[in-house]
């Protein structure tokens, strides 16, 4: 475990490779072509639409994929895009306001999918890069919103995450696990999007890993009592967030297809679409990609791929006591040690 305090060394000593933005932008690329063949082999019936799409105002574009209507997905999309411009938009400034003046570089891929079978959770990732002058940092991260409890499913996902986390650092997994349960929380619902998984933001290399907004928060504690990690360069933290990328496939494909041929009812169904609200509440709401996007005139309709095709409300609804949506609530969604679950654990706490 890396401790050492440094001292806060100027930006001009981790400055990114002079081929950065190619190297970040063809990666993230090829992760989108490969997520999006595992999916596509893990559905069996339906394939990604592609659209292509240009920026008008600034530059850039990206590649928008949609899949609907399949075996397993009802709806889903793993977006790619590539911006630049003379102005980076208010909420970022907020957080890094030494990019202020500097024209900007952002690229990304991010992913949402609804399943149709309630029991196969959504997904969620996003990873991309910024740079603004000297300013650069790697951001993103991967969660879990399963509709009903399993688990053995949320270990599982967590579990791989965490390997691709400690191939790099003994303390990415615990502060960015902290950090995901803290940024996917519906403060109006006082409750967890989902069971979690990994985010981080403006990582480069230096200081403290929370670079959050809640100083008094459980991953601002964690971070505090590490303290400044020894420097880590462009190169580390690029290798980290592609060994991130390339663990989404075996953290979720082995869960959809453990679900896919579970039978469901109208009352599941029901419990599904309901639950869909809480991520539409989020993504408009709260959610920084979305703010981000449209802060930056992105493509609408990319930008709102990540919602669900059909969702519902239902005026104050309550889980019947002793039932597997109550588990949901009493249990899942609030964060648990899942990483260290076992099936013979006598407590997720």
């Known amino acids: 475990m890396t401790t050492t305090s440094t001292p806060n060394l100027s930006l001009t000593n981790f400055l990114p490779p002079a081929d950065a933005k190619q190297r970040v932008s063809q990666w993230m690329r090829q992760i989108q072509d490969k997520i999006c063949q595992g999916l596509e082999e893990l559905d069996g019936v339906s394939q990604f639409r592609q659209d292509e799409w240009q920026r008008e105002e600034g530059g850039g574009g990206g590649r928008s994929r949609v899949i609907r209507d399949g075996d397993v997905f009802e709806q889903g999309g793993v977006n790619f895009s590539e911006i630049w411009g003379s102005q980076l938009p208010s909420s970022i400034l907020i957080q890094r306001p030494e990019a202020a003046g500097h024209e900007f570089y952002v690229t990304g891929t991010s992913m949402v999918l609804h399943p149709r079978n309630p ?37 599982h996902f967590h579990s791989t995450l965490k390997q691709a986390c400690d191939a790099h650092h003994a303390e990415y997994y615990p502060a960015f696990k902290r950090w995901c349960d803290e940024y ?23 200081d403290q890993l929370y670079r959050g907004f809640d100083p008094q928060g459980l991953a601002a504690a964690y971070s505090n009592e590490l303290g400044n ?32 041929t579970r039978e469901y009812g109208e009352r599941e169904r029901n419990f599904q679409l309901y639950r869909r609200g809480r991520y539409v509440e989020f993504n408009l709401v709260y959610d920084r990609g979305t703010i981000f996007g449209l802060q930056t005139n992105g493509r609408t309709e990319s930008i709102l791929m990540s919602l669900p095709p ?27 040690d899942w990483a260290s679950w076992t099936p013979d654990s006598s407590s997720k706490g």
Not at 125 to 151: H, I
Request: proline share 9%; charged share 20%; with cysteine.
């Open 119 to 155: 029991y196969i959770p959504t997904v969620h990732l996003n990873y991309r890069y910024f740079e603004a002058g000297p300013v650069w940092w790697f951001g993103g991260g991967a969660d879990l919103t399963p509709y009903y409890p399993f688990a053995e499913d949320a270990a």
């Open 310 to 336: 059909l969702v519902r409300w239902e005026y104050g609804y309550q889980p019947e006591p002793n039932t597997p949506e109550a588990e949901l609530y009493e249990t899942f969604l609030k964060p648990q």
């Open 229 to 260: 990690l020894a420097p880590r360069s462009w190169e580390d933290l690029f290798a980290f967030v592609q060994s991130c990328g390339d663990a989404f496939l075996p953290a979720y494909v082995p869960i959809a297809q453990r679900r896919r």
């Open 184 to 206: 996917f929380y519906l403060k109006h619902r006082q409750e967890t999007r989902g069971v979690g998984g990994i985010f981080f933001d403006y990582q480069d290399g230096r």
